[in-house]
């Protein structure tokens, strides 16, 4: 069974930087595409940014281009969001998540496993 487990949230001020981590473990990680999603209190949960099982594909949310980067360390089995440039209205709970042979898409349906997620809140 896959277990994905974030790390890295917290508190940040404004224009600061935060870089998350998410570890897969229980299979082989190479076959997944990743992705990072976020939900805030009363809203539902958004995409914010995927990759391709190879790292050869991205896609990131409009939110976050030019703020937000994702990237995968197969060996390490791990994928990052490196967020710069925080805005407080990218406070949230962060979550990844692993869609096998997938294609890094937008929509939470495509995605098979969760974490639980990490918290980040960024303040005036």
């Known amino acids: 069974q896959v277990q994905l487990v974030e790390s890295g949230g917290g508190l940040v001020q404004a224009g600061g930087s935060l870089r998350l981590s998410c570890a897969f473990s229980g299979r082989a990680f190479g076959p997944y595409a990743m992705g990072w999603f976020r939900q805030a209190p009363g809203y539902e949960r958004e995409f914010v940014a995927g990759i391709s099982w190879s790292g050869g594909s991205t896609n990131v949310a409009d939110s976050g281009k030019g703020r937000f980067t994702i990237s995968r360390d197969n060996a390490k089995s791990t994928v990052y969001l490196e967020m710069n440039s925080l805005k407080p209205e990218d406070t949230a709970v962060y979550y990844c998540?692993?869609?096998?042979?997938?294609?890094?898409?937008?929509?939470?349906?495509?995605?098979?496993?969760w974490g639980q997620g990490t918290q980040v809140t960024v303040s005036t």
């Open positions: 998540a692993a869609d096998r042979y997938g294609s890094a898409g937008s929509s939470t349906r495509l995605y098979e496993y």
